[in-house]
């Protein structure tokens, strides 16, 4: 047979490698993807609850890093088990159903027993595709390259819980990403590197030429200190920056509004963190907690990259979308210019659980009437995802000296 490869581009997934194989005598062919571009910087948990017919054709980019579960079944297919793939969920399952099936004839003869139960596992697999009854489906990549499309986009899907964790040290081992380690001396030496740009050597995540990142330290006023990173590829002309908080979370969780009535509100300075999530209720639009990443930049700026980050999504304005979906999204990408060019007026909601996230006041430090900044104690599942339940900082001195 033949086999052929491309390197190519999809917007929402950097670059990515697809290999078609096909048999001129037997009429059988296979494609396989691979993620030409770099592990992203947290893991991704993708959790559906599968309801309908039409939740089965939702596409799913699988990659061989991403481990597929469905609880119901006590079922899961294994990271590295299969090649990556680009398909829907009712794909994963007609491929695990033919993956089990493969081997069925020789485990009759051998054992009847195992293949029988085998057998009955195939038909409760064979019957979640009927969606008699509603379950529940989990990809989980530590690469953070998998995607579960949301047919809503860009509102909320409550059917898609999206979740962006750090990776174990043993997930990074297995992606074969080496530890960093942290230098004891570093937080002594942080005066001395508040008026300094640290750079370090990387590669560029576009183009994989070497390239450097710069970094510093930035009080910002009437907030905190963080941290900017930003990257230059000379090659290819990339350009990313990225923000980390300088400091600890927070006691409270934030809740920044502001009511946006003139153009000059653009111009704003706003902070993201990772942990924040941005809401439009006017446009019926919410971004979930880990999008776009931490951004220091201007309200128009952050409003231009949803923009990009809808139109750029080939799922709902590709070859993949329909027309009454295509035509919902061009109407939102509308609402948005206009109120990113002053011509109409709307509610900006930030909420930040850990309590990094800012919003500049103009009327610093006299009250701004238009922003409105509300304090609030985190839920319990807040402070899960947080990492904070299971974090003990007090208290464990006298039991380590006891055990001594």
């Avoid at 009429?27 to 947290?42: P, V």
């Avoid at 159903?97 to 057998?119: C, H, M």
Wanted: with cysteine; glycine share 6%.
């Amino acid at each position: 047979g033949v086999t052929r490869l491309l390197l190519t581009r999809i917007p929402f997934f950097k670059e990515i490698i697809v290999s078609s194989f096909s048999c001129a005598s037997c009429s059988w062919s296979n494609t396989e993807i691979q993620s030409a571009g770099r592990i992203q910087e947290q893991g991704v948990c993708y959790t559906l609850a599968v309801t309908s017919r039409q939740d089965m054709n939702r596409e799913v980019v699988k990659t061989d890093s991403a481990s597929a579960r469905i609880p119901e079944l006590d079922f899961e297919i294994p990271a590295f088990s299969q090649k990556g793939v680009l398909t829907t969920i009712e794909g994963i399952i007609d491929r695990a159903v033919a993956g089990l099936e493969q081997d069925q004839p020789a485990r009759r003869a051998v054992d009847k027993e195992v293949a029988r139960k085998i057998d009955e596992f195939i038909g409760k697999l064979r019957q979640l595709k009927e969606v008699n009854s509603p379950f529940t489906f989990i990809l989980d990549d530590p690469s953070g390259n998998s995607f579960v499309e949301n047919p809503h986009a860009p509102q909320r899907d409550e059917a898609l819980v999206v979740t962006h964790y750090r990776r174990s040290p043993q997930q990074a081992v297995v992606l074969g990403l080496e530890g960093e380690e942290v230098d004891a001396k570093l937080p002594d030496a942080a005066e001395d590197l508040r008026d300094e740009v640290l750079q370090f050597n990387t590669n560029c995540p576009e183009c994989n030429a070497p390239a450097s990142t710069n970094m510093k330290l930035v009080q910002i006023p009437h907030f905190k200190e963080v941290i900017i990173m930003a990257t230059n590829c000379d090659s290819c002309g990339h350009r990313t920056n990225e923000v980390k908080s300088g400091g600890a979370i927070e006691p409270q969780g934030t809740r920044i509004t502001l009511r946006i009535t003139d153009p000059s509100d653009m111009t704003r300075d706003i902070l993201k963190s990772e942990t924040c999530s941005v809401e439009i209720p006017e446009l019926e639009f919410e971004l979930g907690m880990g999008a776009l990443g931490g951004k220091f930049t201007t309200l128009e700026g952050l409003l231009k990259d949803i923009r990009e980050l809808v139109e750029k999504n080939p799922f709902t304005l590709g070859d993949s979308s329909t027309p009454s979906r295509t035509g919902k999204l061009q109407e939102f990408i509308g609402k948005l210019q206009d109120i990113i060019e002053g011509k109409a007026q709307a509610h900006f909601i930030m909420d930040d659980p850990a309590g990094n996230s800012y919003l500049q006041n103009v009327y610093a430090p006299e009250e701004d009437p238009e922003l409105n900044v509300q304090r609030y104690e985190r839920t319990f599942e807040q402070n899960e995802e947080l990492g904070l339940n299971d974090m003990k900082t007090e208290g464990y001195e006298p039991e380590v000296a006891s055990g001594r």
